[in-house]
């Protein structure tokens, strides 16, 4: 089973920003596709942003404009850039890899709380 690394969660007071990180082992340049998943108390789990080996993005339109998703290739990182933050944004929030050929790997998950 693959370790992804997740760091970058907290509280933060709506408006305020986060960024997430989550570290994969080894060169990322063969994975396919990196993700963010979140999943609130009561909720499923909904996919926030994702990026593809091409660099091709695609956000939840209720982030649209507020969250950057990238990827760092020398560090084996995918980022998500979380501006704007809303209480409706609280969840835990997981990293997803998509290596191909139907193998994926989540993080342990790190929460982020908007509140004041």
């Known amino acids: 089973q693959v370790q992804l690394v997740e760091s970058g969660g907290g509280l933060v007071q709506p408006g305020g920003s986060l960024r997430l990180s989550c570290a994969a082992p080894?060169?990322?340049?063969?994975?396919?596709?990196m993700a963010w998943y979140r999943q609130a108390p009561g909720k499923q789990r909904e996919s926030v942003a994702i990026?593809?080996?091409?660099?091709?993005?695609n956000y939840l339109d209720s982030v649209k404009g507020r969250f950057t998703i990238s990827r760092d290739n020398a560090k084996n990182t995918v980022y998500l850039q979380m501006n704007s933050l809303k209480p409706d944004d609280t969840a835990v929030y997981y990293c997803?890899?998509?290596?191909?050929?139907?193998?994926?790997?989540w993080g342990q998950g790190t929460q982020v709380t908007v509140s004041s």
């Open positions: 997803w890899v998509f290596w191909g050929l139907d193998v994926v790997s």
């Open positions: 080894g060169s990322i340049f063969g994975i396919k596709a």
């Open positions: 990026i593809t080996s091409h660099d091709s993005t």
